[in-house]
């Protein structure tokens, strides 16, 4: 039985998985990568500690124009085959609530052990290699596709195309896998940035830049509750920032880009009701006659975001209320890609297998990765759809 040959564009996180399985199930893999060293984003997940996965796993957890198509991929191998993977690779995770870490905490570590294997399993990782064009193979003898760079032609049976998006300011990120996607043929669903922070419109915002603030925040459309999160929002000089935020924005940048206005609701003190919240700010009043109200707000907020809830206020408590539990700000568009975790929009996955992560317009041709239309939340997500992903195509190209 003669070997398949494997091309595997883009040595990340799925790029580097695609090339083990590919290589385990007897191929001769080539692996492309245009930096002078694979991996440099995945160097820089959380905050480079690296979160693999998340223990709480369900369909909800992962977007896209047809979200169920990215739960069929995670399912294939989930959660506890990617701890089995790493954990036999010599990756023993801690678990922080569900996040799971490499107990090293470092994400040199993930990339040292996941180049050790590809090498192990004669894996040729060429960098600097900056893919041009992927083309039928002229001498269909020697494979189907034929890969080409600056410095060479590569021929194989398969190519996955696991470029990675524009999002991160790591050099580096790119669009080159859209632009392969295109002249093939395939859909592209609008790449937009997404666990990004936003720019809203106010003219306050200097004011509370740098306070962090435990809040409830609503993605308001029209005049119903789309979505909301609670947690540590950062405030900022151009609007929010921080993990709720991140999990909203990319149904907020796809609905802007559509046209759509969306707004964010702040609630700070989401424990409390209005009328409770009013008896409550009564009552610390009573206690000391001798402070104003803004006064009596000490030890509940940063003084910074004290300043903003009161800058209209004369003494109002209710009017206060309303301001600590909905504060309104209109959301003008994302941060730039730079500042973006990921990319939502993608490949069309309509024209993808979920078992297989193959092309239905191209036999040979794969995808795996962020180059895909599914993006996760925040929280190990991103990287479990990267093993997923990058375990079926690496399987099936090999094949």
């Known amino acids: 039985m003669n070997k398949k040959t494997v091309c595997i564009i883009g040595g990340g996180a799925a790029g580097l998985v695609s090339a083990i399985f590919a290589a385990r199930n007897h191929a001769s893999v080539i692996l492309l990568e245009q930096n002078e060293k694979p991996g440099r984003k995945l160097l820089a997940t959380g905050n480079g500690r690296c979160n693999l996965t998340n223990t709480f796993q369900q369909p909800s957890c992962y977007h896209g124009r047809h979200p169920e198509f990215a739960w069929k991929v995670i399912q294939q191998f989930p959660m506890q085959k990617t701890v089995a993977f790493f954990s036999k690779l010599g990756i ?12 090293s905490l470092q994400a040199s570590s993930v990339l040292e052990v996941l180049e050790a294997e590809a090498r192990y399993l004669k894996v ?25 760079t600056a ?15 524009p999002a991160s300011e790591i050099a580096g990120s790119c669009t080159s896998g859209y632009a392969f996607a295109r002249k093939l ?6 790449p937009l940035p997404a666990l990004v922070p936003l720019n809203c419109k106010g003219s306050f915002f200097s004011k509370w830049s740098g306070v962090r603030a435990e809040a409830c925040v609503s993605l308001v459309v029209g005049y119903e509750i789309f979505r909301e999160e609670r947690g540590e929002v950062q405030l900022t000089e151009y609007g929010v920032s921080g993990i709720p935020v991140f999990q909203l924005s990319g149904h907020a940048v796809r609905l802007l880009d559509e046209g759509v206005p969306v707004r964010l609701l702040l609630d700070f003190m989401p424990d409390f009701t209005e009328e409770p919240l009013e008896s409550f700010l009564r009552t610390r009043l009573e206690n000391c006659p001798y402070k104003t109200l803004k006064e009596s707000l000490v030890g509940l907020f940063p003084k910074k975001l004290i300043d903003v809830l009161t800058q209209d206020n004369r003494d109002d408590i209710t009017s206060l209320v309303q301001k600590i539990k909905c504060l309104e700000l209109d959301v003008k568009g994302p941060r730039s890609f730079k500042q973006a975790q990921v990319c939502s929009g993608g490949v069309s996955t309509e024209e993808l297998s979920p078992e297989t992560m193959e092309s239905s317009l191209h036999p040979g041709i794969f995808f795996a990765g962020e180059v895909v239309d599914t993006d996760g939340i925040c929280g190990g997500y991103n990287l479990q759809w990267a093993w997923s992903s990058a375990a079926a195509a690496g399987t099936h190209a090999a094949c």
């Open 124 to 148: 040729k990782i060429k960098c600097r290699e900056q893919v041009t064009d992927i083309c039928v193979c002229p001498d269909r003898k020697q494979g189907r596709w034929q890969v080409k």
């Open 92 to 103: 023993y995770t801690k678990n922080r609530e569900g996040y799971l870490y490499p107990a």
């Open 185 to 190: 043929g395939h859909t592209l669903i609008k």
């Open 151 to 165: 410095a060479w032609q590569y021929n194989a049976d398969s190519v996955i195309i696991a470029c990675g998006s």
